[in-house]
């Protein structure tokens, strides 16, 4: 007879005969039910909703808004793909402003697993194309800041895809090589009468802003 029903028997027999080591064996039997029930229903899984949830309030995406796929107050998204995902950026600088980004937190493009460049670049060619249906551009700037000191803001990667329309800025040339020094495009068709002379002069230029 198991621990529990010899407690039960005594107690509706009237029964005094409850021994101590019965009581305790119960007591401890049920206790140890207690705590796999517990441990059974708080413990988080390794994968599904609870995982996905963990990693979303993890330190590194817990206040990473592209970490929060699928919050519309925050992300609007085009398309996804198992490991990527397209949003229209919050802050557009052209109409169907996009950015590619990667579910997974990581900051830097040269992070990226090659199943994530893959999805990445597969997401790359559908945003194109129905951006070219929508908006029609001239053309696309397509940029990544890697790191702070190339602006980035948000530390997990986005890559911007930009339609670009003749007439958008007075002189396009250059495109983003004007986020650097040298940014005259005229400058850039000249031969320099001294091409090292040139060189040392740019890069001393260059040095001064550090």
Known sequence: MSPQALVMENLFTGSRR??????RNSLG??????SQWLTRWTRPKADGKDARRSAEGSSDGAACIF??????????VMEENKTCYVRYDN?????????????????????????????AYALILTAQQRLTEKH?????????????????????LHIHLIPRHFGDVPDPRGG??????????DAWAEEPDDP?????????????RR
């Open 29 to 34: 039997l049920r206790l140890s039910l207690f």
């Open 136 to 156: 029609g551009p001239d053309g696309y700037t397509i940029g990544i800041n890697e790191g702070r000191a190339a602006g980035r803001t948000v530390d997990h």
């Open 67 to 76: 970490c929060q796929v699928h919050r519309p107050e925050v992300n609007q």
């Open 91 to 119: 802050f557009p600088a052209a109409a169907g402003h996009v950015e590619v980004v990667p579910k997974r937190h990581v900051e830097s493009f040269f992070g990226l697993t090659p199943r994530e460049l893959k999805d």
């Open 196 to 208: 090292e002379a040139a060189f040392k002069a740019l890069t001393e230029a260059q040095a001064g």
């Open 176 to 185: 983003i090589r004007r986020a650097v020094p040298n940014c005259d495009p």
């Open 18 to 23: 409850i021994s101590f080591a019965s009581m």
